[in-house]
């Protein structure tokens, strides 16, 4: 019972273990149950808990940056100063040797707009999930290095099969992906063996494996507004269904339950302030924010739909509902405007895991490699397939 705030937690299994898990989330140290200030990526105030091995996802930060308890202390400036500088020469040094080996290697590297600033800018392409993959597939490279989650990773793989595809953080998951099973699939089908079902691109292979259709959240309503059946089961993701229920009241959309936290973090009420204390503002939301959150939206776009319309529209403040990163692309394309986070910035933080030196190690040895047993290869892009063709 650790997660005092229950709405920010994510969903099964991660709410049960969490329960489970007393005495390693004691501190809320974990990733996933909360969010408070002193817990979150580049915070100072690290506090000490028990065994990390005890994490199923293997996602704790305790892992790999054991406790480093600390303190505001003024004393700590000098140290910061020179620690950052210290990092910025070794992170020129690790872009170099990047370089060198993607070239030495034949790679490809793509980052997903959510990753880090600089991973975003060392990389050949960015991107959203589906468009990244699709983008992996058309060069040349021998090698994929995919910064971004699991999912995408496999996406990837499923669109290049020959390729050698790398994840430099094989435990950066998406708990929305997670969320759902292949044999839960199987259940909806029996109980709605008239319905099409649909996948978010948000899903394992092995669940597109059992995909009428895969949708992203760029093209979800066109596709299922397509399909010539009435009955839809939409999984996992619900507000992205419930948007497309909205938009197409014709269909009967079957919802999964399945949510992303970070996206869950957005309130009404943000919308409501962003939009007095910058009434000038156009703001976007994405598809996997709450459905009164989208009411209230100027626009409502996944993140390869933000970028054209920031670089189209004439307001010159954006406020964003989704991941921080995506500012930092976003910027690129207007660096006249000014950009905020809607209620405040939002982390994910499996999109955080992956650093310069996990860059360089991933080349460098060549892992980890995402490798698909052959027939989910040749099912899982059934539905890709159907979607592009539809
Ligand atoms: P996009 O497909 O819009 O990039 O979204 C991916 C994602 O993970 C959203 O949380
Ligand atoms: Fe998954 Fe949400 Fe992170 Fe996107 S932002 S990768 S849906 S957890």
Redesign the pocket.
Known sequence: MYCRDRTTCPPEPWRRWIVLSNDFCREQACLFPTQTPEHRVGATRWVAQGDSTNCPYGNCRFKERLVRRSSSSRDMVGVNKERRRKKKMEDSEILKKIQELKKAKNAVIIA??YQLPVIQDLADFTG???GLSRKAAETKEDIIVFCGVKFMAETAKVLSPSKKVLLPKINAG?ELADCITADEVDEYRKKYPDAAVVGY??TTAEVKTKCDYCV???NAVDIVRKIDKKQVVFLPDRNLGSWVKKNLPDKEIILHGGR?Y??HKFKKEDVVNAKKSHPEAKILA?P?CFPEVLELADSVA???QMIPYVRDSKAKVFIIGT?EAMIHRLKKERPDAQFYSLGGAQTCYSMKMTRLPDVLNSLEKEETEVTLPQEVIEKAIIPIQRMVEL
């Open positions: 997903h707009n959203d999930s589906l998406c691109v948000n992203t959240s760029a992303c970070v996206h994405h996997e996944s993140t390869s991941e």
